[in-house]
């Protein structure tokens, strides 16, 4: 998406030669993109050294396409004149070149997004400072604050993180000057007694407080106590809620029972094949494929040193919880420390949502016991056993606890029979809340009692569940192949996988709770990208187009902007857009409704003046008309053919046969559209 601010360019050089490089350079990245949409890749159950490769090739089709597309894009939208260099373990709080850039350095930062951002926040790892940030173009003050770097596990990690807050209008680049700030106040000391910065109340509960959001923590268990929220209609909303970890052990016939095996200690080999259980058995394994808890009815263990066990590497976990205060003007952060899991809940001052960032330490398999490890959230929500997850990031279907709408449940597995995929968020509401939770990633999730989410967020498991995976899913630094033969036995060995990950809540009346959760979703899905440079030279006049461009409808998200592969002689090329109506009908009540997009005046602030405009298939690769041409007439019983009926029928042409895209509710549209030369 950061190319697409080099489209109004392709009006000034040759097409196919603009394109042939572009494509060129993209090309390894497209490829093992694709390769990784494959349903192993997608849900987790290949090999580990097959994710390995999946991860190297997409490592490095990312370096090709930084190096020849993304960089140049935002060097000619910023006005810089040398190269602009990635962060990609900001995550971590890990950057070579801002940390070390006493002199100060610049970011560019674009927002792939056709809606605007206010106040986006930009964590950038940085040494002690103090730092001012201003603008680099127009020199103004750019909100900025300074906090330590929360643990982390990457031994490179920065002391201290700079956040950064700022507007940014729709497809849009900005570049920002970081300096020392000889004149400010160095960052604030926390108080790291378990009552850190927030108020303390008279029950000894700690309070932090922003614009819109009130969260309570018990200092004693270092755990959320409650949430308020004044939602965007000036009404306050709250609930009780608290958030822990959990883990379930894993259903395995590995070694010994369980008594046995507590009372001996007898330690287990992590690389036993399982056998394909199919014969009727009681014996299906936890695995890649299998969620399988040991007992089917287990509400969750409490996932700390006295219940699961020690670290990694057997090594002792000081497990007491602690909670330490970091706040400011523009954010604070609560630094929760559970022993074998740390979480930081950041809550922008400006922001109705709140981020728990945790880190999960390798899982402990001392014990023999493979473990799935969850994230829970209990609040006082009357959620009647019902709850909604994401359809694939688009449409939100209910889910009812032990029931199919198709068939008659025989419940067997009152756990994993519950949980569902979760690719975007889930949530669950009663007549005056709704608490909904936005994932950074593909997650499985569940509501087991009324009030009640949780989502699993790590998995280490000792025994393959026997369904073609062919080996137990136990990550960690260095694994054998599997490969069934004399000379590959397969094993694990050196420190298992840390992971860390983001959930974002958001709490609302019921009404505003799909919006919510699709505004959060959609910025976690297309943040900023940000690159960094520590060449101090002046900012050229960055190329832009005429004027902002077109600020799409908050129900419309712009999926694809890319060249077509050919146009005509001499000619510019045309484009290939893909716009996605992202609400299902009955949603919300303003943005269920059918959105249009003004394709002329969108294109044509980004300087194109558009010709004609041409609507495709779905994947771009034929006339929509001619794609209908060669539908099925599927014959439905009682009804007549697809031709008899023109009830709920979609909408495929322009409106008025001229430019203006109209979109009716989860209605995704490709068109391709001619410029002017």
Known sequence: MVASGLIPGFNRVPRDAAYAEAAEALGPLEEAASVAQHHDGITGTSKQHVASDYAQRISHGHDLAAEAVVGPALMLLSGKHHLLHEC????????????AADDGFDVVAFNPLAWSRSAERLAVPVGAGPWVVTDAVTGDSVDAQLLPTPPSPDADAAPFTLHVFADFGPMSTRTFAVRPDTTAKDVRATDDDGGGDGDD??????????????LTFDPSTARLVSMSVVDEDGD????????GFYYYEAFQTLGMGAAE???KHTPVRQHVYGARLMDGSDDQHSGAYIFRPADPNSPGIPYDAAHAGSGADDLPVDDAPSLVVNDGPLVVEVLQDFGLVTQVVR???????VELEWTVDGIPIGDGVGKE???????????????ATDSNGREYLERVRDFRPTWNLTVTQPVAGNFYPITSGMSLKDDTAQLSIAVDRAQAGASLVDGSLELMVQRRLLQDDGRGVGEPLNETAYVTSYDDSEACKGG????????????????????NGVKALRTVSERIDQPLVAVFSDVLDPVAAPKTSPGAPYELPQNVKLLTLMPWQTGKDGGPLPLLARFAHLYAVGEDADLSQAATV????????????????????????????????????????GEGGRDDDDAGKVVRELKDGGTDLVLEPMQIVTVRVHLKG
């Open 492 to 511: 694990h060995m050196g420190p298992p996988q840390i992971v860390r990950g983001v959930h974002t809540l958001t709490l609302t009346k019921p009404a």
């Open 261 to 263: 095996r507590a009372a």
């Open 201 to 214: 109340d008279s029950s000894g509960l700690v309070t932090v407080n922003g614009d819109h959001v009130t």
């Open 598 to 637: 003004p394709l002329e005046e969108f294109f044509g602030t980004l300087g194109l003046a558009v010709e004609s405009v041409e609507w495709m298939s779905l994947t771009g690769n034929m006339l929509q008309a001619d794609a209908d041409a060669r539908k099925l007439a599927w014959l439905v019983e």
């Open 236 to 243: 306050t909303v709250q609930t009780s809620l608290d958030q």
């Open 373 to 387: 490890v969850v994230s829970r959230f209990t609040t006082d929500i009357a959620s009647d056993g019902k709850w």
């Open 347 to 353: 809550l922008v001052k400006s922001s109705r949502a």
């Open 88 to 99: 990609l373990l900001r995550n971590v709080s890990a950057c070579a070149l801002t940390a």
